[in-house]
């Protein structure tokens, strides 16, 4: 193999971590090497972060040993990673707002501060790899994608040549995406060892050298990326053999079923988060939101739950015989009073959708706690639903009465996503609903809202990764900072054209 | 060997949910280890046989009777002021105030008795100082949660500055009401009509409050386990944005559970005064709003567990006044003893979500 002339900048040998009865990892070998991009792959749970937290400090492994180029090594605390030139830049970015991008890439660094040399290595790192990042910039001024340059060359300022980067893309667009490789691409070509953990085959092929590939916590084999493929790939990952295709059939008889006119919604700050936005989502249909994150998708979502103080514009839910119901100024409870079969999958699952610390069962309560007139809570019921969504869905969990922090992501997700659709809904808001998820779990959740739409339901699907988006979605509503930029039609749209919609409004000028 | 880098000698890392008996076994270990370690002291210190001032400690709660009885009586106070503040502490809101608002609770009772004993009939004065302890500490609970739930002011502090105002309050009242006039202090309420005093069942004078107690405990376990309101109280808890996210009116739940928690604080205050102590002091509760904090949090907020955490605080100050009076020691030694063991008890805890992975011996580098 061509690769055997390189260093191997890190070896894991026999890494094994459990938590409590659980084996994270299971006498894992790693390679990593300099000048290479490595793709670290692997469904939900089987340990790929794990792994990369013991790497860069955060967790000690039971067993193992970890060197670096060639020398045996403890790796205690994220320092000592850094001390070793590793960096590892997670999904949720540790940055003091109110602070400038120099300010931060200098924080908490020993010996004087002095700003204007730290500007001008930050400049100089930026012009070596064709970041984009104003020193003086604040961080609260800046977009996402430019806040994970700041990450980026954070870690690169302080000496590191190993760098981790924990699902980097799941927040940037298609253009911001391809910058991104873009200077992945010139850091691997200085000689940098690269490993991205990511879910989305189509970067793994776009941008990796190398595939890893973990299942169960174990390691079950790497090699080169030209000599395999996505599905080959996604069965290593699965154990067995998946489809890779998403259905989306012709929508039955859709009938609007929410019309919203002009809705305009400010933050509590007095920010504008939607202005004007107009649009019908049908029965039987599932309308995809594409756009940046924060352009106003969760209190678009919100304000139709009830959750949202809106300053203006109407939300009607019309009924099979055509009777309008206005939603404005409603809360959850009143909407369910209604008779209006409202279900909706946030965000924030844990925070928002469970209750972290409450068992499946308690959960499954949530909705339907009040029903009855009695005094005391009906225990049975949620108990057969949570059975009955775990034997369906197919969830791994030790037993309903688990506390659902303790499930993988995928899993805390089939709960939600179960008990939401228990309810027969007529309308359906997901937001993100597969951030974070497997293969497996991803297509579950597909076919499920794919099993809703058949059933009649209209779905307002939110989404960030706009290849699943295009596949699945009937009509594409593209948001771009709180406005409606375009709806397309799903069939036939391209990934470009809405790129260009999410970040201009109406996308091309000559449209 | 010179080049290899020694692992750390141990590291610590989370336990999976570990079975009761072995977290039980965990505590009862930690409980072990403190009273070995107290004897080592007490022996080193004072040159005492420990088991002798242990007997002593088991004398000081049940040596006789009426000290048995007494012990029980405490015991159900605490406990009745630790299940008043456990469904605010289930909901994370601090109620701090339960030394408060049990006092104010003793003072409604005070002026019933004072101003309507002998003029109504006894019942009805009884009845009077039922409803107006547990209206006095609703309201005492009731104007934090209120500010609460509108401002979003915090409980902890605006609950424990109520304690201030509550004993200024009994201070005044104490001065109007003193007998005999220049005393500045009340004395025993109508110790000859024992109007508004609590019937007694049979010869056990503190029967009747470890019964209302005890019935207090089971509702209020039933109703955070099993009602609707406790359902709401704990997912307001865990998450107040899931609770509006289905519906839950944030702001009502906690207006009315700081209501229920001081009501039951004002009824505590009752049973104190109208039960047992038949009069008022500004220190009348002993600071019981406190203790009961721990009392609460040590039993995970179960109001079964906490008859055994209310015993265990109760039974450990009981054997501490009882060791200073027998063997002269000085009151702070028992308070000694009583943190060394709460130390172990609240210690346990870390080894019970926690495990400690010592270094496999080395036999690789063999």
């Given at each position: 193999m061509s690769l055997d002339n390189k260093t191997a900048a890190v070896k894991m040998r026999n890494i094994t971590k459990s938590f409590g009865p659980v084996l994270a990892n299971d006498k894992v070998w790693l390679d990593i090497y300099r000048g290479e991009i490595l793709a670290l792959l692997g469904e939900n749970g089987s340990g790929k972060t794990t792994l990369m937290n013991m790497l860069s400090g955060i967790y000690f492994p039971d067993e193992g040993t970890i060197s670096i180029d060639g020398r045996d090594v403890v790796i205690r605390s994220p320092k000592d990673a850094f001390d070793l030139?590793?960096?590892?830049?997670?999904?949720?970015?540790?940055?003091?707002?109110?602070?400038?991008?120099?300010?931060?890439?200098?924080?908490?660094?020993?010996?004087?501060?002095?700003?204007?040399?730290?500007?001008?290595?930050?400049?100089?790192?930026?012009?070596?790899?064709?970041?984009?990042?104003?020193?003086?910039?604040?961080?609260?001024?800046?977009?996402?994608?430019?806040?994970?340059?700041?990450?980026?060359?954070?870690?690169?300022?302080?000496?590191?040549?190993?760098?981790?980067?924990?699902?980097?893309?799941?927040?940037?667009?298609?253009?911001?995406?391809?910058?991104?490789?873009?200077?992945?691409?010139?850091?691997?070509?200085?000689?940098?060892?690269?490993?991205?953990?990511?879910?989305?085959?189509?970067?793994?092929?776009?941008?990796?050298?190398?595939?890893?590939?973990?299942?169960?916590?174990?390691?079950?084999?790497?090699?080169?990326?030209?000599?395999?493929?996505?599905?080959?790939?996604?069965?290593?990952?699965?154990?067995?053999?998946?489809?890779?295709?998403?259905?989306?059939?012709?929508?039955?008889?859709?009938?609007?079923?929410?019309?919203?006119?002009?809705?305009?919604?400010?933050?509590?700050?007095?920010?504008?988060?939607?202005?004007?936005?107009?649009?019908?989502?049908?029965?039987?249909?599932?309308?995809?939101?594409?756009?940046?994150?924060?352009?106003?998708?969760?209190?678009?979502?919100?304000?139709?739950?009830?959750?949202?103080?809106?300053?203006?514009?109407?939300?009607?839910?019309?009924?099979?015989?055509?009777?309008?119901?206005?939603?404005?100024?409603?809360?959850?409870?009143?909407?369910?009073?209604?008779?209006?079969?409202?279900?909706?999958?946030?965000?924030?699952?844990?925070?928002?959708?469970?209750?972290?610390?409450?068992?499946?069962?308690?959960?499954?309560?949530?909705?339907?706690?009040?029903?009855?007139?009695?005094?005391?809570?009906?225990?049975?019921?949620?108990?057969?639903?949570?059975?009955?969504?775990?034997?369906?869905?197919?969830?791994?969990?030790?037993?309903?009465?688990?506390?659902?922090?303790?499930?993988?992501?995928?899993?805390?997700?089939?709960?939600?996503?179960?008990?939401?659709?228990?309810?027969?809904?007529?309308?359906?808001?997901?937001?993100?609903?597969?951030?974070?998820?497997?293969?497996?779990?991803?297509?579950?959740?597909?076919?499920?809202?794919?099993?809703?739409?058949?059933?009649?339901?209209?779905?307002?699907?939110?989404?960030?990764?706009?290849?699943?988006?295009?596949?699945?979605?009937?009509?594409?509503?593209?948001?771009?900072?709180?406005?409606?930029?375009?709806?397309?039609?799903?069939?036939?749209?391209?990934?470009?054209?809405?790129?260009?919609?999410?970040?201009?409004?109406?996308?091309?000028?000559?449209? | 060997m010179n080049n290899k880098a020694h692992n750390p000698l141990f590291h610590v890392s989370r336990r999976a949910a570990l079975p009761w008996y072995r977290a039980w076994g965990i505590r009862a270990a930690a409980l072990l280890i403190a009273l070995l370690a107290c004897a080592l002291i007490t022996n080193l210190i004072t040159g005492l046989n420990p088991l002798a001032v242990y007997a002593t400690i088991w004398q000081g709660s049940f040596g006789s009777a009426r000290r048995a009885w007494v012990l029980f009586q405490n015991i159900a106070m605490l406990l009745c002021v630790s299940l008043a503040i456990t469904p605010a502490f289930r909901m994370r809101c601090w109620n701090l105030g339960g030394d408060g608002q049990m006092l104010i609770g003793c003072l409604a009772t005070t002026a019933c008795m004072i101003l309507l004993g002998g003029k109504l009939p006894n019942w009805v004065v009884i009845l009077c100082m039922l409803v107006s302890s547990i209206l006095a500490g609703a309201i005492w609970a009731a104007i934090p949660a209120i500010f609460k739930a509108k401002w979003n002011t915090n409980e902890t502090l605006f609950t424990l500055m109520m304690n201030y105002v509550a004993t200024q309050l009994v201070a005044y009242y104490i001065i109007i009401w003193e007998v005999p006039k220049g005393a500045g202090k009340i004395g025993i309420i109508n110790q000859s009509t024992q109007a508004g005093w609590l019937p007694q069942i049979g010869s056990y004078k503190y029967l009747l409050n470890i019964i209302v107690v005890a019935l207090v405990c089971v509702a209020m376990y039933v109703y955070l386990n099993y009602s609707k309101h406790g359902y709401e109280i704990a997912v307001v808890g865990e998450s107040e944005r899931t609770a509006r996210y289905v519906g839950i009116k944030v702001e009502r739940v906690i207006v009315r559970t700081m209501l229920l928690s001081g009501a039951v604080c004002g009824l505590a205050g009752m049973l104190l005064v109208g039960g047992t102590e038949h009069t008022l002091t500004t220190t009348i509760t002993s600071g019981r709003g406190f203790t009961a904090v721990m009392v609460s949090w040590l039993a995970k907020f179960n109001p079964i567990w906490m008859v055994l955490t209310s015993f265990l605080l109760v039974f450990l100050e009981r054997g501490a006044g009882q060791i200073a009076t027998s063997f002269g020691l000085s009151s702070s030694y028992a308070d000694i003893l009583t943190g060394l063991i709460l130390f172990f008890i609240i210690g346990s805890e870390f080894f019970i979500n926690y495990q400690i992975n010592f270094r496999h011996a080395a036999g690789k580098e063999d």
């Open positions: 030139g590793i960096g590892m830049i997670h999904q949720h970015f540790k940055l003091v707002d109110v602070l400038t991008a120099a300010e931060n890439i200098v924080l908490g660094l020993p010996g004087k501060l002095d700003l204007k040399a730290a500007s001008e290595k930050i400049r100089g790192i930026c012009s070596a790899y064709g970041f984009e990042v104003d020193p003086d910039q604040k961080i609260y001024d800046m977009s996402v994608s430019q806040k994970q340059t700041v990450e980026i060359v954070k870690v690169l300022y302080r000496g590191a040549d190993i760098l981790i980067l924990d699902e980097p893309t799941a927040v940037l667009t298609p253009q911001e995406t391809d910058k991104l490789f873009a200077v992945l691409r010139n850091m691997r070509d200085d000689g940098k060892a690269i490993v991205i953990i990511t879910h989305k085959m189509h970067e793994v092929e776009a941008l990796s050298d190398r595939v890893a590939i973990l299942r169960h916590g174990q390691f079950i084999g790497d090699m080169p990326t030209k000599q395999t493929n996505a599905q080959e790939m996604t069965n290593m990952m699965v154990g067995h053999a998946v489809t890779l295709n998403i259905d989306r059939p012709e929508p039955v008889n859709p009938k609007p079923r929410i019309e919203v006119k002009g809705l305009t919604v400010r933050s509590i700050d007095g920010i504008l988060k939607l202005e004007d936005v107009s649009f019908t989502a049908n029965s039987g249909e599932i309308l995809g939101i594409a756009g940046i994150s924060g352009c106003g998708q969760k209190e678009l979502l919100e304000s139709i739950a009830g959750l949202q103080p809106v300053e203006a514009g109407s939300i009607s839910y019309i009924e099979d015989d055509g009777t309008r119901e206005e939603l404005i100024g409603k809360d959850p409870l009143s909407i369910a009073e209604m008779g209006v079969s409202l279900s909706f999958v946030p965000e924030d699952r844990l925070g928002m959708g469970l209750v972290a610390n409450m068992d499946l069962a308690d959960n499954m309560m949530l909705r339907s706690f009040r029903k009855g007139h009695s005094l005391f809570t009906d225990r049975r019921t949620p108990k057969e639903l949570a059975q009955a969504v775990v034997q369906n869905l197919e969830v791994s969990t030790p037993g309903i009465s688990t506390p659902v922090r303790r499930l993988s992501g995928g899993n805390v997700q089939k709960v939600l996503v179960g008990r939401e659709i228990s309810s027969a809904p007529t309308v359906l808001l997901t937001a993100y609903a597969v951030r974070g998820l497997d293969i497996n779990s991803s297509y579950t959740i597909y076919d499920l809202i794919n099993k809703q739409k058949a059933e009649g339901v209209a779905i307002i699907y939110v989404g960030e990764d706009l290849d699943v988006l295009l596949e699945l979605a009937d009509r594409i509503l593209v948001l771009c900072g709180g406005k409606v930029s375009g709806i397309i039609p799903g069939r036939g749209a391209n990934k470009r054209d809405v790129g260009l919609m999410m970040t201009k409004l109406g996308g091309k000028a000559d449209e | -």
